[in-house]
T-cell receptor, first 115, second 113 residues
Framework: AQSVTQLGSHVSVSEGALVLLRCNYSSSVPPYLFWYVQYPNQGLQLLLKYTTGATLVKGINGFEAEFKKSETSFHLTKPSAHMSDAAEYFCAVSGISGGYNKLIFGAGTRLAVHP | EPEVTQTPSHQVTQMGQEVILRCVPISNHLYFYWYRQILGQKVEFLVSFYNNEISEKSEIFDDQFSVERPDGSNFTLKIRSTKLEDSAMYFC???????????FGPGTRLTVL
């Protein structure tokens, strides 16, 4: 079975500050990990993904995440927050289970960026 | 850039009525999915579909739900007799053969009164 825990349902940062959104996962198979962003009244947009290979992955809009197997974590970071980063962020896990990759999502973290 | 589209964007229905939510996946994608997000809660997997049959479904996807690919482009989710607790945002997604990335549509907000 797979699950995702996102620590902190709300995170607030100042513009220009570091963004750190936490994600821990549980998976009985090698995980594929994803971060999605959801802007108000919009669908889910993929920020970045980890499948295999390099554990530090870079995504769109300056975000990156590091897969740490020993910590079962996949935290999302951005060095300098921008007002436009305000959105809800979802961490998700999938794996080779039955051959079809359903996504298991965390509860989400709402990021607020203030001037 | 290809995208997944969904219609309608918002559907209001009375309890007990049937609704059909429609999706047009990206044209060369072969795997299709429905997810739902009840207001304030996490996104939940409902069903995956491949080669004209359900490949996996969650506990949520009971006999009231069905999916269909009626032609070469549309992918539909039918709820036969809606309940108040079916009120949610429903997302369609699709992915290519051999790829993990799922592309999501903008969602249909279903309100059951």
């Amino acid at each position: 079975a797979q699950s995702v825990t996102q620590l902190g349902s709300h995170v607030s940062v100042s513009e220009g500050a570091l963004v750190l959104l936490r994600c821990n996962y549980s998976s009985s198979v090698p995980p594929y990990l994803f971060w999605y962003v959801q802007y108000p009244n919009q669908g889910l947009q993929l920020l970045l993904k980890y499948t295999t290979g390099a554990t530090l992955v870079k995504g769109i809009n300056g975000f990156e995440a590091e897969f740490k197997k020993s910590e079962t974590s996949f935290h999302l970071t951005k060095p300098s927050a921008h007002m436009s980063d305000a959105a809800e962020y979802f961490c998700a896990v999938s794996g080779i289970s039955g051959g079809y990759n359903k996504l298991i999502f965390g509860a989400g973290t709402r990021l607020a960026v203030h001037p | 850039e290809p995208e997944v589209t969904q219609t309608p964007s918002h559907q209001v229905t009375q309890m007990g009525q049937e609704v059909i939510l429609r999706c047009v996946p990206i044209s060369n994608h072969l795997y299709f999915y429905w997810y739902r997000q009840i207001l304030g809660q996490k996104v939940e997997f409902l069903v995956s579909f491949y080669n004209n049959e359900i490949s996996e479904k969650s506990e949520i996807f009971d006999d009231q739900f069905s999916v269909e690919r009626p032609d070469g482009s549309n992918f539909t989710l039918k709820i036969r007799s809606t309940k108040l607790e079916d009120s949610a945002m429903y997302f369609c997604a699709s992915s290519e053969e051999g790829e993990n990335e799922q592309f999501f549509g903008p969602g249909t907000r279903l309100t059951v009164l």
